[in-house]
């Protein structure tokens, strides 16, 4: 009994060891600034939140003055 758990105390031992070798490890030179690839992906977004804003500012000013022509012409009376 004895035996069989330093077999396997050895064996979860060499396993421990083993995992850190599985992973590859980046040096920090080489990964890319978290920071700088964060603000521009915030700057994309708020460059599309922009766009986005003035397509929905368009759009309603449009509706707007197409409310305002349909209520003029309805008061208007039609000549035939």
Do not use: W
């Not at 978290?34 to 922009?50: G, P, S």
């Amino acid at each position: 009994m004895v035996l069989i758990i330093s077999v396997l105390g050895l064996l979860s031992v060499r396993f421990a060891a083993a995992n850190p070798e599985a992973g590859s490890v980046i040096p920090a030179e080489s990964r890319p600034c978290v920071d700088c690839h964060a603000f521009e992906f915030m700057q994309r977004a708020l460059q599309d939140l922009k766009k986005t804003a003035y397509n929905l500012d368009a759009r309603t000013e449009t509706l707007l003055l197409r409310a305002e022509k349909r209520g003029l012409c309805d008061c208007l009376p039609s000549i035939n």
